[in-house]
């Protein structure tokens, strides 16, 4: 998507540590697959406050995007700061999903505007599943779900269809797996499965654009890839 939609050339920025190395690496070969040249990378460290050398060194180069892999507080920083050296109006900030996310985007404020990120489920998401989901959530904390609500309430849901399945017996835990590979549903997510050989879930992947609404940020979903395999 990012290859179609953003250009040719991506310079990638994650923070150094297992989960942002992994998910860097993913774009990096899907990106380069499809046609694309990575023209820089930096790993900043996890839980860093100042970003300003790197992006010093991102605003030198030729570049037609930035990706970017940051979670929690280290994203608030990183895009708040990406803003700050006037990065955004250089070069579209795109990202995974956690860059933007539904509880990080009060703290970040307006500069978040204008990212595009990745997501396998996102507040905004008109089914029907994910409105009766979002409605129930609220009802029940009185905040906006995040995606971690959804990973939960979806994980629990694929125990208890692996349990019905096998009559209440996980005695065999080899027949516990099998159980969970087996389990399909329509979640808020999406429709998902998994993959009988990795294990890993079969689901769509949606793609969002940051924009204000009433002066604050709001993640609106703009495209879609359909049942994406790990």
Do not use: C
């Not at 991102?58 to 895009?79: L, M, P, Q």
């Amino acid at each position: 998507w990012a290859y179609d939609n953003i250009g040719k050339k991506m310079y990638i920025a994650a923070a150094d540590y297992a989960f942002g190395k992994e998910v860097s690496a993913a774009f990096k070969a899907a990106y380069t697959a499809a046609g694309g040249e990575i023209v820089g990378e930096v790993y900043p460290p996890l839980g860093n406050n100042d970003y300003s050398s790197y992006l010093t060194t991102i605003g030198g180069v030729e570049a037609d995007g930035v990706y970017a892999f940051f979670a929690g507080s280290d994203a608030v920083r990183f895009v708040q700061q990406y803003e700050q050296f006037g990065l955004k109006e250089k070069f579209p900030l795109v990202g995974s999903g956690w860059l933007v996310a539904e509880d990080l985007r009060e703290q970040i404020g307006n500069a978040a505007e204008g990212a595009f990120v990745s997501t396998f489920w996102d507040y905004s998401l008109e089914t029907e599943e994910n409105q009766e989901f979002v409605k129930a959530y609220e009802d029940a904390y009185n905040r906006r779900p995040t995606i971690e609500s959804l990973e939960g309430y979806d994980a629990a849901r694929v125990i208890v269809e692996a349990i019905k399945s096998l009559g209440g017996d996980v005695s065999d835990p080899n027949k516990v797996v099998e159980a969970m590979s087996n389990v399909t549903f329509t979640s808020p997510r999406g429709q998902i499965e998994f993959d009988k050989e990795t294990h890993h879930v079969i689901q769509n992947m949606y793609i969002t654009e940051t924009v204000l609404v009433d002066g604050k940020t709001e993640n609106k979903v703009i495209d879609s890839v359909e049942k994406v395999k790990d």
